[in-house]
């Protein structure tokens, strides 16, 4: 790989770190991998994985997925922009692949109530364009009375490549 192509991934990956640790949360932030905002909550043992209940806006990039490039992509980053609430029941997480070819990655949401209990989990595959960025909208599902228990989020902040 040319130093260009390496340079611009360690940039790319050096933002994603600076914006994280400076607060691009708009809720609470207690550390990396811990990105907390306002919202709703779940209980640890009704997880929800309904892949079904997100929107994606991409933004940047270009370039086409390979699933035999999937196992060699670096993890792309993934920053909680908001938590949900009873209005907004949803969380919206930046996802940044720092890869020169397209991937798909797993991005992991979780809902927690005030005690910091499991109210709900979101696990879903966003395709990101090659050092392109994507904005997701995870739901909480289970309707308003899952939201309202939802106290703040955590987002996992590397998405692995899906294979």
Do not use: W
Not at 29 to 52: A, F, P, Y
Not at 61 to 86: E, N, R
Not at 92 to 106: E, K, M, R, S, Y
Not at 116 to 144: C, H, K, M, N
């Amino acid at each position: 790989m040319n130093t260009r192509g390496r340079g611009f991934r360690f940039a790319v990956v050096i933002g994603f770190v600076v914006v994280s640790l400076t607060g691009f949360s708009t809720g609470r932030h207690h550390g990396v991998g811990k990105h907390h905002g306002s919202g709703g909550g779940c209980s640890s043992s009704s997880q929800d994985h309904d892949t079904s209940r997100h929107t994606t806006t991409t933004t940047g990039g270009s370039g086409s997925y390979s699933s035999t490039a999937a196992a060699s992509q670096s993890p792309a980053m993934a920053v909680l922009v908001s938590c949900a609430t009873v209005k907004q029941p949803y969380a919206t997480v930046q996802v940044g692949n720092p890869n020169t070819t397209a991937g798909i990655f797993d991005v992991t949401v979780t809902f927690l109530d005030a005690k910091g209990g499991i109210v709900a989990t979101q696990v879903d595959r966003a395709r990101v364009p090659a050092s392109g960025t994507v904005t997701l909208r995870e739901y909480v599902g289970g309707g308003s009375a899952r939201v309202s228990r939802v106290d703040h989020c955590e987002v996992r902040d590397l998405a692995p490549a899906s294979g």
